[in-house]
C-alpha cells in the first residue's frame, strides 16, 4: 500500500503535527475555560445583562471561522498568535453558554434549602450551584473542544502548524496521502476528546441526576 | 460589487441545495429511527460521529472523491446538516402524545396515514428549528468551500486572506453574518407560529 508507505517515511512530520495539533486545542480550550467559567458565574449573577451580552457574543460567533483567521492575521501576523487568539475565543462560547445555563436552571427550591442550612452565597455557589451545573459546563468543554479541533485545521492555512498543515499541503499539490495523513489523525483527535470529556461527564455527574441527564 | 452580488447569490444556491437534500435525507431517517426502535441509536450516532470530524478533514477527503467543485462542498454540507435535522426529527416524533395516536389509530388510519396526518405535522416545529440550526451552521461552514474549489463567498474571504486585504475580507464577511442573523431571526419568527399553533 502506497499510504502506509506514505505514513511510514514521514511520521516524524506527522507526528510533530499531531503534537501540535494537540498543543493548539489544549492550550487554547484551556484559556476558554479559565476566562467562561469565572464570567459565567458572574453573568448568572447579573440575568439582565447576561441575555444581552449572551446575544452579542452569540453573533461574533457567526464569523466564520476563515474570516476571524484572515483578521487575526492582518492583527498578529503569520504564526501562532494569530491562531491561539482566534481558537481562544471561539472556545469561549459554548463553555459560557453551559455555564451560565447550568447555573441558571438549578432548582429554586435546592438553593432555598441551602440558604435554610444557614450556607453563605460562597457556600451556596461551591457546594450546591456548581456541583448541579458541572454536567452542563462539562458538556460545554466538549462543544468547545470538538469544534476547536476543526478551528485548528484551518488554522494551519495561517502558518500555525498542526494537522491542518498536512490537509492543506495535500489540497495544494493534490496529493492524496498527505490529505489522509492530515484528515484521519485529525478526524481521531476529534473522536478521542469527546469520547474522553464523555467519560468525564458520566463520572462527574452528581449521583442524582444520573440517568435523567443527557 | 456585480462580482460581490455573485458570490452572494453563489452562496446562497449552495446553502440552499445542501440544506433541502439533507431535510430530505434527514427527515428519512428521523422516521426510519422512529418506526424501527433498534436502527434509532445507530442513525444518531452516525448522524453525531460524522459532526465530530473536523471540516477541513471531512471536505478535504470528500474532495478525494469527488474532485473539485461545487459537488464536494454540497456534500459535505449535507453531512454536516444532518444530525440537528435527524435528532429533532426523531424527538418531534417520539413525544407526539401516545393518547393522539391512539386516538389516530382508533379512527382506523393506517400507518402511513398516521405519519402524514398526526405525527409529522405535529412534530414538525421541532423539525423546523433543526433545519434552522443547520441552515445557519451551513452558512459559514460553506465558506471553506474554496479551499476546495467550490465558488461562494468564501473566494473574496480567501483573496482577502492572501493578499492581507482586510476590505475584501470583510466584503465576504459582512453578508454571511448579515444572511446568518437575517435567516436566524426569521426562522425564528416562523418557528414560534409553528409551535403557538401546534398546541
Redesign the interface.
Known amino acids: 500500500m502506497n499510504f502506509i508507505a506514505f505514513i511510514y517515511e514521514h511520521h516524524a512530520e506527522i507526528l510533530t503535527s499531531l503534537l501540535k495539533h494537540i498543543y493548539l486545542v489544549v492550550f487554547s480550550v484551556a484559556i476558554g475555560i479559565l476566562f467562561s467559567i469565572p464570567a459565567g458565574i458572574l453573568l448568572s449573577r447579573h440575568k439582565k445583562t447576561a441575555e444581552k451580552i449572551l446575544a452579542v457574543v452569540g453573533i461574533v460567533q457567526t464569523i466564520p471561522g476563515l474570516v476571524m483567521l484572515g483578521l487575526a492575521l492582518i492583527l498578529f501576523g503569520v504564526g501562532n498568535t494569530p491562531a491561539l487568539v482566534v481558537l481562544s475565543v471561539y472556545s469561549v462560547l459554548p463553555i459560557l453558554r453551559n455555564t451560565y445555563t447550568g447555573l441558571t436552571e438549578v432548582q429554586p427550591g435546592l438553593i432555598e434549602a441551602g440558604r435554610g442550612l444557614g450556607m453563605t452565597s460562597t457556600q451556596l455557589l461551591f457546594r450546591v450551584e456548581l456541583p448541579l451545573a458541572v454536567p452542563s459546563i462539562i458538556s460545554g468543554i466538549r462543544i468547545s473542544t470538538v469544534y476547536i479541533v476543526s478551528w485548528a485545521a484551518l488554522a494551519g492555512l495561517i502558518g500555525a502548524g498542526g494537522l491542518g498543515d498536512l490537509i492543506w499541503t495535500g489540497l495544494s499539490t493534490y496529493n492524496t496521502n498527505y490529505i489522509l495523513a492530515g484528515a484521519i489523525p485529525s478526524a481521531v483527535l476529534a473522536f478521542l476528546f469527546s469520547g474522553l470529556i464523555g467519560g468525564i461527564l458520566r463520572f462527574v455527574t452528581p449521583r442524582g441526576l444520573r440517568g435523567n441527564a443527557a | 460589487m456585480i462580482n460581490l452580488l455573485q458570490y452572494i447569490i453563489e452562496h446562497l444556491i449552495i446553502v440552499i441545495i445542501a440544506t433541502v437534500i439533507s431535510v430530505g435525507i434527514g427527515i428519512i431517517l428521523g422516521i426510519i429511527g422512529y418506526w424501527i426502535r433498534p436502527l434509532a441509536s445507530p442513525i444518531l450516532l452516525f448522524s453525531e460521529?460524522v459532526?465530530?470530524?473536523?471540516?477541513?478533514?471531512?471536505l478535504?477527503?470528500l474532495?478525494?472523491l469527488f474532485g473539485l467543485g461545487n459537488t464536494t462542498i454540497i456534500s459535505g454540507l449535507v453531512l454536516y446538516a444532518l444530525l440537528p435535522i435527524v435528532r429533532n426529527t426523531h424527538t418531534g416524533l417520539v413525544s407526539v402524545p401516545p393518547a393522539i395516536k391512539e386516538a389516530a389509530r382508533g379512527m382506523g388510519m393506517s400507518k402511513l396515514q398516521r405519519l402524514f396526518w398526526v405525527e409529522l405535522p405535529l412534530a414538525f416545529p421541532l423539525i423546523f428549528s433543526g433545519i434552522k440550526i443547520s441552515v445557519?451552521n451551513s452558512?459559514?461552514?460553506a465558506?471553506?468551500g474554496?479551499?476546495?474549489g467550490s465558488g461562494g463567498l468564501?473566494y473574496p474571504?480567501?483573496r482577502?486572506?492572501q493578499t492581507?486585504n482586510?476590505n475584501l475580507?470583510m466584503s465576504?464577511?459582512i453578508p454571511?453574518?448579515i444572511m446568518?442573523?437575517l435567516f436566524?431571526y426569521l426562522m425564528s419568527v416562523i418557528e414560534k407560529r409553528l409551535s403557538r399553533h401546534a398546541k
Open positions: 460521529a459532526q465530530t470530524i473536523p471540516t477541513l478533514a471531512l478535504a477527503i474532495m478525494i445557519v452558512l459559514s461552514i465558506v471553506i474554496v479551499l476546495i468564501g474571504i480567501y482577502g486572506i492581507q482586510l475580507i465576504g464577511a454571511i453574518m446568518a442573523i436566524d
